[in-house]
C-alpha cells in the first residue's frame, strides 16, 4: 500500500513517516497527498500564538486535555523557531506535552521554521492535512512565538487564541501592531502574576474601541494558569461560542474558500520559484547576474523581467 493508504487505514508510523517526508521537501510527498486530499476538510483548526514566555506550550497541554475529555481526537502542530546560524531547532513541545505520549487519541509533531516567516512552517498546512485526514476532530497549531509579525496564524486556523501574559512591560506596546486584528480569542495566561486584572482590562477596552462590522464575532479575554489548569472550561468553551458562530453565521464557507485560495497560491509560489531556479542552473545564469548586478553592467529588475520572459517562451514552445 502507498504512504496515503496506510495513513487512511489508520497506521500511525505511516503517519509520521509522510509528515517527515512533507517537511523534508521530498517530491513523492506530493503524489501521496494528492491520494489524501479527497479525505480531509473535517478537522477544526485552533491557532495558539503570542509572544515568548507566555505560557502557550502548557496551554497547548491543557487544550489538549480539555478536548479528550470531550472525546475529540486531537492532532498538535507545534512549530519552533530554526537558529540562522546552525540551521538546526530545539523542537522541545513534546517534552512539555510528554504526558499525551500514550494516548492513541493524540498526535503531536514539532517543525522548524526553516527560515520560514509569520510564526508558521512552510509545511504546516500539508502536515495538517495529513493529521486530518488520520481522523484528528481537533487541530491545535502552536507558532513559534516571535511576537507580533505572526498573523500567518490567522490565515490558516479556524479559531486563533492570541495569548498574552502580564509583567512585559507596557500592555498597550505589547499588543499592537494588528495583534488585536488576528484574534479571535484573546488569553491573558499566568493570571496569578501581578498585573494580571490590569492587562485583562487593557485588552477588553481596546477591543470595544474597535470600529468591527455589525454581525461580526465580539472577542472575549479569558484569564487562564495554564500551570493549574484553571481557566481552561473557560477557554474551551469561548474556542467552541466561535466555531458554533461560524457554522451558524455562514461565514465558514468564506473562511474555508480564502484559505484554500492562499494554500493553493503558496504552493504555486514555492513551484514556480523552485523551476526559475532549476531554469537558472543550466548555463549558470544565476552567477551570470549576480557578476553583472556587482559591477552594474546589469541590473535586477532588467534580469528578472528576462528570465521570466525567457521561461514563459520555453513553456510556450513545448
Not at 486530518?132 to 498573523?151: C, H, K, L, R, Y
Not at 462590522?213 to 474551551?236: C, F, N, Y
Not at 466555531?243 to 494554500?263: K, M, P, W, Y
Request: net charge negative; with cysteine.
Amino acid at each position: 500500500m502507498s504512504l496515503a493508504d496506510q495513513v487512511l487505514n489508520g497506521d500511525i508510523r505511516a503517519a509520521a513517516r509522510m509528515m517527515r517526508d512533507i517537511d523534508d521537501g521530498r517530491p513523492h510527498a506530493v503524489e501521496e497527498l494528492k491520494r489524501l486530499y479527497p479525505h480531509t476538510g473535517k478537522a477544526y483548526i485552533i491557532g495558539i500564538t503570542g509572544p515568548p514566555g507566555a505560557g502557550k506550550s502548557t496551554l497547548v497541554d491543557q487544550l489538549t486535555a480539555s478536548f479528550r475529555k470531550k472525546g475529540k481526537r486531537v492532532g498538535v502542530v507545534a512549530i519552533d523557531p530554526t537558529s540562522p546560524f546552525t540551521g538546526g531547532a530545539i523542537l522541545g513541545d513534546r517534552i512539555r506535552m510528554n504526558r499525551h505520549a500514550s494516548d492513541e487519541g493524540v498526535f503531536i509533531r514539532s517543525l522548524a521554521t526553516r527560515g520560514a516567516l509569520g510564526g508558521l512552517s512552510r509545511s504546516t498546512s500539508d502536515v495538517g492535512l495529513v493529521m486530518d485526514a488520520m481522523g484528528m476532530e481537533v487541530i491545535i497549531i502552536e507558532t513559534v512565538g516571535v511576537g507580533q509579525d505572526e498573523v500567518d496564524i490567522v490565515k490558516t486556523a479556524h479559531t486563533t487564541c492570541v495569548v498574552m501574559v502580564p509583567g512585559l512591560g507596557d500592555d498597550i506596546q505589547a499588543i499592537k501592531a494588528g495583534i488585536l486584528e488576528i484574534g479571535d480569542v484573546f488569553v491573558v495566561n499566568k493570571s496569578d502574576r501581578d498585573g494580571a486584572d490590569r492587562t485583562a482590562r487593557e485588552l477588553t477596552t481596546m477591543l470595544e474601541m474597535r470600529n468591527a462590522p455589525e454581525g461580526s464575532w465580539h472577542p472575549q479575554v479569558i484569564k487562564t494558569e495554564a500551570q493549574r489548569g484553571a481557566g481552561m472550561d473557560e477557554l474551551t468553551g469561548e474556542i467552541l461560542a466561535h466555531r458554533d458562530f461560524l457554522f451558524s453565521s455562514g461565514l465558514i464557507a468564506g473562511f474555508v474558500r480564502e484559505r484554500n485560495q492562499r494554500h493553493f497560491l503558496d504552493i504555486l509560489r514555492d513551484g514556480l520559484y523552485r523551476h526559475a531556479l532549476e531554469f537558472m542552473a543550466r548555463d549558470g545564469l544565476l552567477e551570470k547576474v549576480v557578476d553583472g548586478m556587482g559591477d552594474t553592467t546589469l541590473d535586477p529588475y532588467s534580469a528578472a523581467e528576462s528570465v521570466i520572459a525567457s521561461m514563459q517562451g520555453g513553456l510556450s514552445g513545448r
